[in-house]
């Protein structure tokens, strides 16, 4: 698997990404920097590369990536350079998703680990990454990668978010 920063070789691929999770019922892509409502792949395209240097206001800087197996869109994950109050809350430094055909294979925890060695890069000494508590899956794939509960926040709409660090510092 590798993590890479989308071209626009990659916009027919993400188009099938994406009709694989609206065909699935989904209404977001984790990890795509809302591509899931992206009128055109360019200006999406154009959004994440101006994003890696200049927040839009409201958000933090960072990076999207695809993870590719063998060619094909396995998932998305998007690294955040900094933490904003929303982030801090719910999102965290790292979000992802995994294509719906491409769940419990393991992809998950090694997109986690790929992403958490740019973090480990970009100087990021303790990583927040964030889930829904009925999200037994990722969960699982937070801990995996060294992942510690620090507790739960609670939205206003009533869901849970339970907040995981992993401390990179002593973790090299």
């Given amino acids: ?3 890479i920063f989308p071209t626009i070789e990659y916009k027919k691929a993400m188009f099938e990404y994406r009709r694989e999770h609206i065909d699935n019922g989904e209404t977001s892509i984790h990890g795509s920097a809302g591509f899931i409502r992206a009128e055109n792949y360019e200006n999406w ?4 590369k101006k994003a890696v240097t200049a927040a839009e206001p409201g958000f933090a800087t960072g990076e999207v990536y695809l993870a590719v197996v063998e ?5 998305t994950i998007a690294i955040r350079h900094t933490l904003n109050e929303t982030l801090l809350n719910t999102g965290g430094h790292i979000g992802y998703g995994v294509r719906p055909s491409e769940r ?6 090694k997109m986690l680990s790929l992403a958490l060695e740019k973090c480990r890069k970009l100087g990021i000494e303790k990583v927040l990454v964030t889930c829904d508590k009925n999200n037994i899956g990722s969960a699982k794939t937070i ?16 869901n849970i978010t339970q907040r995981y660090w992993i401390n990179l510092k002593n973790n090299s």
């Fill in 104 to 109: 419990r294979k393991g992809y998950a925890a």
């Fill in 143 to 158: 801990i995996k990668n060294g992942g510690v509960m620090e507790n739960e926040f609670v939205e206003e709409n009533g």
């Fill in 1 to 3: 698997m590798e993590l």
């Fill in 45 to 48: 395209l154009e959004k994440i």
């Fill in 71 to 75: 060619n094909k869109i396995v998932g």
